[in-house]
């Protein structure tokens, strides 16, 4: 058993080409991560899964449009058109993705008034999902990362893994952003300063 695993962040229909929250190419990445899941003997998914009601999304906030930006009690949050609700067809896994070879699927989102980017804690940076100490107590401490979005749950992800001590690399060519104003610059800098591997 290798001390490595493959961290696949939310590769779901909403994210894809047609759905509600398109990342442009996110699809285009599922070949090269179904030939790394391949490659690794611990993969992990996280997936997308927000209630009907949650907070997120810009049709919760009278007057304002997705990607307009509200303060919530943890911070700026980002509003969203509504997405991967809980047991829709956009919170699926993309239906080429080869997952069932995950023995962890991480959901996030769940709770209603607080958003959650990365795989390790929800937009308070404080609430953990509970991801961190499933690596530790299975020995692993070097994890790759890939999916969607490059600039929002993939760098969020990358950024709390290296505080959490885990040796971090995001494959930059498995990856797709949304790009919002900057945000890939912005978030490839604050990874490569953090000391996240970009390859």
Request: proline share 5%; charged share 20%.
């Amino acid at each position: 058993m290798s001390e490595e695993a493959l961290i696949v962040i939310d590769v779901q229909n909403d994210f894809c080409p047609g759905g509600n929250l398109a990342v442009a190419e996110g699809d285009k990445i599922v070949p090269l991560i179904n030939e790394m899941v391949g490659r690794f003997d611990h993969v992990i998914l996280t997936q997308d899964w927000h209630p009907a009601d949650h907070s997120s999304f810009a049709s919760k906030h009278p007057g304002k449009q997705p990607f307009e930006t509200v303060e919530m009690p943890y911070g700026t949050q980002t509003l969203w058109p509504d997405h991967c609700i809980q047991g829709s067809g956009g919170a699926a896994f993309h239906p080429a993705l080869k997952w069932t070879k995950a023995e962890l699927v991480v959901r996030k989102g769940f709770r209603a008034g607080i958003d959650s980017y990365s795989a390790f804690h929800e937009n308070d940076r404080t609430t953990p999902t509970g991801l961190a100490g499933y690596l530790k107590e299975r020995g692993i401490g070097k994890i790759t990362l890939v999916g969607l979005a490059t600039d929002f749950c993939v760098a969020y992800s990358a950024l709390d893994a290296v505080k959490l001590g885990f040796d971090t690399t995001v494959r930059l060519d498995a990856c797709r952003a949304i790009d919002l104003g900057g945000s890939l610059e912005t978030m490839l800098g604050k990874m490569r300063e953090a000391g996240v591997k970009l390859a």
